[in-house]
DNA sequence: GCCAACAAGATTGTTGACAATTTTGTATGC
DNA sequence: GCATACAAAATTGTCAACAATCTTGTTGGC
């Protein structure tokens, strides 16, 4: 569930609950774009003082996922089609990278699993409308890259990124057709990874995201 | 100088300056790797309170500068050669990026005057030792690219990770051969995008961002 | 002489109160 | 009736004091 916890093991003061939780409000859609975050209100609802309310909107802030205007407050940050693309231009080749990564690193057998899993039942899972199995399983195979990559840096970003697009990928998926390409391309991806070869399952990923890029502007009207 | 400047103009509080020094000092090497730093020694040099330099260590600890430890404090970050991979392997996708979508984005013309920045002369300043010019040349590059590439997640992830690595890349032209090396790399990126071809550009970036990563390697003994 | 227990000092963590700024509501003049 | 000016309320920005925790120095025992 807790996209960022791959990596944020440290650090449980009072405040550290208080981030997560609004982290996950807000990626949830919870707490939609626009809305404002009143510091007093937050506060005594978490039951801390404002300043521990001030720390998170800091780093909330800095994630990308708030937004502060002085002396106005904070506002849970909008995701127009223009910054949606600029998160689709990096998530490319991030992810891309990820998966490169991966298959260099990991022992080719490790990913026999995924491949089971996003094999022949998923048809019929997708053709029962199932979309929270086929979630879990992106969810997993994307995990399981993160961990086999063996790099923090790489991990964090692609937490931020993912918290910063969440909602959108959620709703693509609902999208008539989408998930059936998304797990072809998944089944793809894992035969490359299987087979050692890094770079074709790099390439195979960046045409995956693109490919997600160009479901979202065919469809932004109903997305956003 | 201020490499982060690209992005962050808004907020002037009081404690911004505090962030903007403290950020300036750790990437100058300034506040050396594994220094303590002391909320009240801080606190009264910037004549702010407490509470503001406590900020400023949540963002700067959000962006990696500096590691925390509960009841002990911050210390500015060590780079060690595992985290300084990570830090390779990310920058070499994204860097790629960059000159992938500054090349689509700008005009070809455009390039012109870097072209002849890393021209002829750029041999005789290297030859002279003048690593002041070569420095300027790089950051003038990386910053023109930055701004074709209209992208501003990707240049603030950019900029973020430049801070980590500034001081590492900075000695790193220091070695022997290695500024003239990263010059004809530039000259051929440059050619590339002149030219129009992002991919061949965007897969030029990369080999000269996994060089620089053999040349760490190689030397890393009188580099961290 | 060395180690453990304890106490004093230093440093970080947290809070509530006060100041500055913006928004909202109201009255007044045209 | 509408716009402007002013005042009150609400909200954010800042700070200094207090509590909790860790470090350091000292003393006593073995």
Redesign the pocket.
Known sequence: MAAASTAKIVRL???EGVIEALRQRIVDHDLTPGT?????DLASEFG?????I?DAFNILEERGLIE?I?????LVAKLDPAKADELFEVREVLEAQMVRLATEKAPAESWDDLIELFGDSMGGTLAKNDLDAYEDAVHLFRQRCIAASENEVLSNLLDSLYDRTQVLIRRLVLVPGRAQEGMRQHQEILAAMRAGKAEKAEKLKRQNIRSAREWFHNYRKYLL
Chains 1, 2 share one sequence.
């Open positions: 003061g009072a405040g404002r975050l009143r510091e007093q801390v003082s404002r300043a521990r001030r502060r002085p002396n106005r407050g904070a």
